[in-house]
């Protein structure tokens, strides 16, 4: 697996599996009809911020994440990450990769910390995945996202000292 900067012209690959996820509405707080051009607008970031993808031996984009700063001004210095994972490519380490990948680079770029802000509680795989890559969460909103099958469920704040 190769860890690369996305481009837009990677975008057509990104969208159906970004779509998929969103639509799907279990782990990402985004609208279900989200449309292609405001999504790649909001994934394929500009510089400083990245966004990167992992592609297999053959070029086929396995997944993706971006990365920013947490907050502007003061808040700078804490950097932030949201993860996707084509399903049909799960369980392959993936997930693990770019979490990793991000981690190493908020690390180089002089973050002092890196949060994620909105974790469903209920997407149990990631969450264990963060923990196990030294997240702790902080607290819990209580029902702070709408789940389509569970209901009402917590959203974790998550963070790691880099």
Same mark, same amino acid.
């Given at each position: 697996?190769?860890?690369? /900067? ?7 690959? +990104?969208?159906?599996?970004?779509? /998929?996820i969103v639509a799907a509405g279990e782990t990402f707080a985004y609208p279900l009809d989200l449309d292609q051009e405001t999504g790649r @607008? ?9 966004? +990167?993808?992992?592609?297999? @031996? @053959?070029?086929?984009?396995?997944? *993706?994440?971006? &990365? ?13 990450? =949201?993860? &996707? ?14 979490? /990793?990948? *991000? +981690? ?8 002092? =910390?890196?949060q994620f802000n909105a974790v469903v509680e209920t997407n149990e795989t990631a969450v264990r995945l963060y923990r196990r890559l030294g ?7 209580? /029902? ?13 704040? &998550?963070?790691?000292?880099?």
């Amino acid at each position: 697996m190769l860890i690369r /900067e996305a481009v837009v012209d990677d975008w057509p690959a +990104i969208w159906p599996f970004f779509r /998929e996820i969103v639509a799907a509405g279990e782990t990402f707080a985004y609208p279900l009809d989200l449309d292609q051009e405001t999504g790649r @607008d909001w994934w394929l970031l500009p510089a400083p911020n990245r966004t +990167i993808v992992a592609v297999d @031996d @053959d070029g086929v984009i396995l997944g *993706t994440a971006k &990365m920013n700063n947490n907050q502007m001004g003061n808040g700078s210095h804490v950097a932030s990450a =949201s993860y &996707m994972v084509d399903p049909a490519h799960s369980g392959r380490g993936v997930g693990r990769a770019l979490c /990793e990948y *991000t +981690i190493e680079w908020a690390r180089a770029a002089g973050f002092r =910390s890196m949060q994620f802000n909105a974790v469903v509680e209920t997407n149990e795989t990631a969450v264990r995945l963060y923990r196990r890559l030294g997240f702790e969460v902080l607290g819990t909103v209580p /029902e702070g996202f709408r789940h389509p099958v569970k209901g009402y469920v917590g959203l974790h704040i &998550m963070c790691r000292a880099l």
